[in-house]
């Protein structure tokens, strides 16, 4: 499947042709004099000028591929959480430095145009973030493929704090103009949705099913660049638009109702209008379900239709592409691909089904039960009602496969049946995804382990060769080279060039962990990137941190699972030490406490969890006694951008969720990866950068996941863990006493410390000591700097194995030729 495509012929730019093409696009693209252009215009005519460049790849990469008709991988996700394009297409093209002189010479601040783009935000975290740092890694490996989604007109909400509590604010990341994408209307697909379902007879007398939708949605696709690194290839990402079919209905109009008018319109545009920001907890909302249709029928449309060849007999779709479905958000994609070929193309069943079978492969990315989509047979049946047909049918020869396999076992039968019957009768989309899907693969060696051993035993059981890993990867264009001009300057020179694409290659930087210059180098570009971090939320947020402060940084949606929780009990502890005379000021280490975190708007916990972080930073951070040795740092709405400048700053990253819950995390390797050590338990991905780092260099703490099953098998109860630990009893009594909140002991405060002592969930206070102890382990550590800037070159030298390259092989080696 890999292929190398021909360098293209166009002209490389110098600094005198791209200045011309820019001013080009200055005039003629925004049409105003370079003196009277905005910088807005300014940064609309650089990415145009670059969009140009890159295109003239893209086409020569499309002529290839419909020239040599390679075996194609279509990776379908509800969520791209892409970041800032212009940046990184500058890094693929090679063309920052030219940009930068050319810029210079017209007087442009280059890094201010960069800084003017809004991010992309169609994405909540982890999973919409992978799908980006896929798509990169696949143009980069030189892998024929396509990315199908959906162009939401609202992104991922921006957070905002109000007195300390999150306010959603729209992103209106389309406002200032979108230079990198190309929208094709002529290429428009139309969805169906409602309806009903006849049957009818051929000439020979041959029945067959006929769905008539009752309202129908126009799918208008966008199209969008994606380079691999310096390599020539330029692949696509294609984002869905929801249009309604007919504009207005003029005749409703004429007779003077403008609002019943444009209903339709507005009914069909909803579709696309706004990303769900529900992370891990899905919300089973009909509005969520017509999205996931309409991408995914609009997707497996655009490729039989338009990008295979006219004639392409679909029996051998196989050979030509799997289509990779990121969680079970376009699974729907399964009964849909079913219908096409039995109900548009004639097909018999068996034949659409041994086809289907070859063509899907499915990414869990989950352990939480409740995170399992489900849809009520109801609400699917009335939306899409050959679909449910189809999936029945599936389900009645699949539950046959387990009878036939296991003889009387209805229990069994039970279990494993798509549909669900309690508490309402609703399919089951994971085990509708692991029937009809080639391969299934979890998202990192726990998570895979846990895959088979328990949420989806059964089906390991009767489909073991269906059960893989593909460890999850980071893309080292974005989160190094990007992000981190320092840090990779400084591997360059030590290693040579060519570390981007071969990330393994970071080993070379082992023996320079022993070299006592090569560590002094390593800490000024960490202190460098600490003051470019503290120089960046000044500006954005009015937080002043010390430089010189450890950076302790806990970024990531906020879940309970994650345990947020923990580390603020931590620091509340730590606080409660020091202000009982329990703990010299002398011996606390100055640590600046970083917390990122969106919370899902109807996720009351989590929210009350994020104004508990912010009442307690804003005690500490005013209380003169610490002399700021400790200080808490909470910017609102992180996201990618924010990502890059905080990572490269960070010392300790914190991976604290409770074990077996975490499928994967990718943000723990982007923090290793950028020379952070981990504090963090045994759980997805955190067990494989231990072992690759080294226990000495990873501060593992707390319970494993048979522990945490035992733990939970024997009933536990985390009131004994309150009772018990005097410092854990301090820290929560400190927050119910009001004392972060002038006083008050109510609200969120008695909420949450009621949740934690009674029920926890999670059981942040079944780990706490060890947590405190690991803490003590990582002072005593940091008090030698020497010895910390070794550990933190050997996580940068031992972490190439989540280059997402690596996982893409994978996928290659493992799933798409299998
Ligand atoms: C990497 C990343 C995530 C995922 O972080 P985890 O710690 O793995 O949950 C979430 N959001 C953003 C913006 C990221 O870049």
Same mark, same amino acid.
């Given at each position: 499947?890999?292929?190398?495509?021909?360098?293209?012929?166009?002209?490389?730019?110098?600094?005198?042709?791209?200045?011309?093409?820019?001013l080009?696009?200055?005039?003629?693209?925004?049409?105003?004099?370079?003196?009277?252009?905005?910088?807005?215009?300014?940064?609309?005519?650089?990415a145009?000028?670059?969009?140009?460049?890159?295109?003239?790849?893209?086409?020569?990469?499309?002529?290839?591929?419909?020239?040599?008709?390679?075996?194609?991988?279509?990776?379908?996700?509800?969520?791209?959480?892409?970041?800032?394009?212009?940046?990184?297409?500058?890094?693929?093209?090679?063309?920052?430095?030219?940009?930068?002189?050319?810029?210079?010479?017209?007087?442009?601040?280059?890094?201010?145009?960069?800084?003017?783009?809004?991010?992309?935000?169609?994405?909540?975290?982890?999973?919409?973030?992978?799908?980006?740092?896929?798509?990169?890694?696949?143009?980069?490996?030189?892998?024929?493929?396509?990315?199908?989604?959906?162009?939401?007109?609202?992104?991922?909400?921006?957070?905002?704090?109000?007195?300390?509590?999150?306010?959603? %604010?729209?992103?209106? *990341?389309?406002?200032?103009?979108?230079?990198?994408?190309?929208?094709?209307?002529?290429?428009?697909?139309?969805?169906?949705?409602?309806?009903?379902?006849?049957?009818?007879?051929?000439e020979?007398?041959?029945?067959?099913?006929?769905?008539?939708?009752?309202?129908?949605?126009?799918?208008?696709?966008?199209?969008?660049?994606?380079?691999?690194?310096? #390599?020539?290839?330029?692949?696509?990402?294609?984002?869905?638009?929801?249009?309604?079919?007919?504009?207005?209905?003029?005749?409703?109009?004429?007779?003077?109702?403008?609002?019943?008018?444009?209903r339709?319109?507005?009914?069909?545009?909803?579709?696309?209008?706004?990303?769900?920001?529900?992370?891990?907890?899905?919300?089973?909302?009909?509005?969520?379900?017509?999205?996931?249709?309409?991408?995914?029928?609009?997707?497996?449309?655009?490729?039989?239709?338009?990008?295979?060849?006219?004639?392409?007999?679909?029996?051998?779709?196989?050979?030509?592409? +799997?289509?990779q479905? #990121?969680?079970?958000?376009?699974?729907?994609?399964?009964?849909?691909l079913?219908?096409?070929?039995?109900?548009?193309?004639?097909?018999? *069943?068996?034949?659409?089904?041994?086809?289907?079978?070859?063509?899907?492969?499915?990414?869990?990315?989950?352990?939480?039960?409740?995170?399992?989509?489900?849809?009520?047979?109801?609400?699917?049946?009335?939306?899409?009602?050959?679909?449910?047909?189809?999936?029945?049918?599936?389900?009645?020869?699949?539950?046959?496969?387990?009878?036939?396999?296991?003889?009387?076992?209805?229990?069994?039968?039970r279990?494993?049946?798509?549909?669900?019957e309690?508490?309402?009768?609703?399919?089951?989309?994971?085990?509708?995804?692991?029937?009809?899907?080639?391969?299934?693969?979890?998202?990192?060696?726990?998570?895979?382990?846990?895959?088979?051993?328990?949420?989806?035993?059964?089906?390991?059981e009767?489909?073991?060769?269906?059960?893989?890993?593909?460890?999850?990867?980071? +893309?080292?264009?974005?989160?190094?080279?990007?992000?981190n001009?320092?840090?990779?300057?400084?591997?360059?020179?030590?290693?040579?060039?060519?570390?981007?694409?071969?990330?393994?290659?970071?080993?070379?930087?082992?023996?320079?962990a022993?070299?006592?210059?090569?560590?002094?180098?390593?800490?000024?570009?960490?202190?460098?990137?600490?003051?470019?971090?503290?120089?960046v939320?000044?500006?954005r947020?009015?937080?002043?941190?010390?430089?010189?402060?450890?950076?302790?940084?806990?970024?990531?949606?906020?879940?309970?699972?994650?345990?947020?929780?923990?580390?603020?009990?931590?620091?509340?502890?730590?606080?409660?030490?020091? +202000?009982?005379?329990?703990?010299?000021?002398?011996?606390?280490?100055?640590?600046?406490?970083?917390?990122?975190?969106?919370?899902?708007?109807?996720?009351?916990?989590?929210k009350?969890?994020?104004?508990?972080?912010?009442?307690?930073?804003? $005690?500490?951070?005013?209380?003169?006694?610490?002399?700021?040795?400790?200080?808490?740092?909470?910017?609102?709405?992180?996201?990618?951008?924010?990502?890059?400048?905080?990572?490269?700053?960070?010392?300790?990253?914190?991976?604290?969720?409770?074990?077996?819950?975490?499928?994967?995390? $990718?943000?723990?390797?982007?923090?290793?990866?950028?020379?952070?050590? +981990?504090?963090?338990?045994?759980?997805?991905?955190?067990?494989?950068?231990?072992?690759?780092?080294?226990?000495?260099?990873?501060f593992?703490?707390?319970?494993?996941?048979?522990?945490?099953?035992?733990?939970?098998?024997?009933g536990?109860?985390?009131?004994?863990?309150?009772?018990?630990?005097?410092?854990?009893?301090?820290?929560?009594?400190?927050?119910?006493?009001?004392?972060?909140?002038?006083?008050?002991?109510?609200?969120?405060?008695?909420?949450?410390?009621?949740?934690?002592?009674?029920?926890?969930?999670?059981?942040?206070?079944?780990?706490?000591r060890?947590?405190?102890?690991?803490?003590?382990?990582? %002072?005593a550590?940091?008090?030698?700097?020497?010895?910390?800037?070794?550990?933190?070159?050997?996580?940068?030298?031992?972490s190439?194995?989540?280059?997402?390259?690596?996982?893409?092989?994978?996928?290659l080696?493992?799933?798409?030729?299998?």
């Amino acid at each position: 499947m890999n292929d190398t495509t021909a360098p293209s012929a166009a002209r490389e730019h110098t600094v005198e042709s791209f200045t011309r093409e820019f001013l080009r696009e200055v005039n003629f693209g925004q049409g105003v004099d370079l003196d009277r252009a905005s910088t807005n215009d300014k940064y609309l005519a650089l990415a145009r000028t670059v969009r140009a460049y890159l295109t003239t790849r893209w086409l020569e990469t499309l002529r290839t591929q419909r020239r040599e008709q390679k075996k194609a991988v279509a990776y379908m996700s509800a969520e791209f959480l892409l970041g800032r394009q212009l940046e990184n297409n500058l890094l693929a093209t090679d063309l920052g430095e030219i940009a930068r002189d050319s810029l210079d010479l017209l007087g442009i601040d280059l890094v201010e145009l960069c800084n003017t783009e809004i991010e992309p935000g169609l994405g909540n975290g982890g999973l919409g973030r992978l799908a980006a740092c896929f798509v990169d890694s696949l143009a980069t490996e030189n892998v024929p493929s396509i990315g199908y989604g959906i162009r939401y007109e609202y992104g991922i909400f921006r957070q905002r704090f109000e007195d300390g509590r999150q306010v959603e %604010e729209p992103d209106e *990341w389309l406002r200032l103009g979108s230079p990198w994408e190309m929208p094709h209307p002529e290429n428009a697909v139309k969805v169906g949705f409602g309806g009903r379902v006849e049957a009818w007879k051929d000439e020979s007398g041959r029945a067959h099913r006929r769905w008539s939708p009752d309202w129908h949605v126009t799918g208008v696709p966008y199209n969008y660049m994606v380079p691999g690194y310096r #390599n020539g290839r330029v692949n696509t990402l294609r984002l869905w638009s929801a249009r309604a079919t007919q504009a207005f209905d003029l005749a409703i109009f004429n007779a003077g109702d403008y609002t019943d008018a444009v209903r339709a319109q507005t009914q069909a545009e909803n579709i696309s209008k706004v990303l769900y920001p529900e992370d891990s907890t899905p919300q089973g909302k009909e509005l969520r379900l017509q999205q996931q249709y309409f991408f995914v029928a609009c997707s497996l449309r655009d490729f039989v239709e338009k990008v295979l060849p006219e004639d392409f007999d679909l029996h051998r779709l196989p050979e030509r592409i +799997t289509f990779q479905l #990121n969680d079970t958000h376009p699974v729907i994609a399964v009964p849909e691909l079913m219908r096409l070929l039995i109900d548009e193309r004639g097909w018999e *069943w068996a034949d659409a089904w041994a086809v289907t079978q070859k063509v899907f492969a499915y990414t869990c990315h989950t352990l939480l039960p409740e995170a399992l989509e489900v849809w009520p047979v109801d609400l699917l049946g009335r939306l899409l009602p050959r679909h449910l047909e189809i999936i029945y049918r599936i389900n009645e020869e699949f539950l046959e496969q387990v009878r036939e396999a296991f003889p009387g076992d209805m229990l069994r039968e039970r279990h494993m049946s798509i549909i669900a019957e309690e508490p309402v009768r609703s399919v089951r989309m994971a085990y509708l995804a692991t029937v009809a899907g080639a391969k299934v693969n979890g998202v990192a060696e726990l998570h895979s382990q846990l895959l088979r051993d328990k949420v989806l035993s059964d089906f390991a059981e009767m489909f073991p060769h269906k059960f893989t890993n593909v460890t999850n990867g980071v +893309t080292p264009r974005r989160f190094m080279a990007l992000s981190n001009p320092r840090l990779s300057a400084l591997i360059t020179e030590a290693i040579g060039e060519g570390w981007v694409t071969d990330l393994e290659r970071l080993r070379e930087l082992e023996p320079l962990a022993d070299d006592a210059e090569f560590r002094r180098r390593f800490r000024e570009v960490k202190s460098h990137n600490r003051a470019r971090f503290a120089g960046v939320i000044a500006e954005r947020d009015g937080i002043e941190i010390s430089p010189d402060a450890m950076v302790d940084a806990m970024v990531k949606r906020l879940h309970e699972y994650k345990r947020q929780s923990l580390k603020l009990l931590h620091i509340v502890s730590l606080y409660e030490r020091i +202000t009982s005379g329990a703990l010299p000021l002398a011996d606390v280490t100055p640590r600046t406490f970083v917390f990122g975190a969106k919370a899902a708007p109807g996720y009351v916990r989590a929210k009350e969890t994020i104004a508990l972080i912010n009442a307690v930073g804003r $005690t500490i951070n005013a209380d003169a006694s610490l002399e700021g040795r400790l200080k808490v740092a909470f910017p609102a709405n992180y996201n990618v951008t924010l990502a890059e400048t905080l990572i490269p700053a960070a010392d300790l990253s914190e991976q604290i969720s409770q074990a077996g819950k975490e499928a994967s995390g $990718t943000g723990n390797m982007k923090f290793a990866l950028n020379g952070a050590l +981990t504090v963090g338990t045994d759980d997805g991905a955190n067990v494989e950068i231990r072992q690759l780092v080294g226990d000495d260099h990873f501060f593992l703490f707390g319970m494993d996941e048979p522990a945490v099953s035992d733990l939970q098998a024997s009933g536990y109860r985390s009131a004994s863990y309150y009772e018990q630990d005097k410092d854990l009893r301090a820290a929560l009594d400190m927050i119910a006493s009001g004392a972060f909140t002038g006083g008050d002991r109510g609200s969120f405060v008695s909420s949450i410390t009621a949740s934690l002592i009674e029920r926890d969930r999670f059981m942040a206070l079944a780990d706490f000591r060890a947590y405190v102890d690991a803490q003590e382990r990582v %002072e005593a550590h940091w008090a030698d700097q020497e010895a910390w800037t070794r550990s933190a070159v050997l996580n940068v030298a031992r972490s190439g194995y989540f280059s997402s390259d690596r996982s893409i092989r994978d996928y290659l080696a493992r799933i798409w030729n299998a």
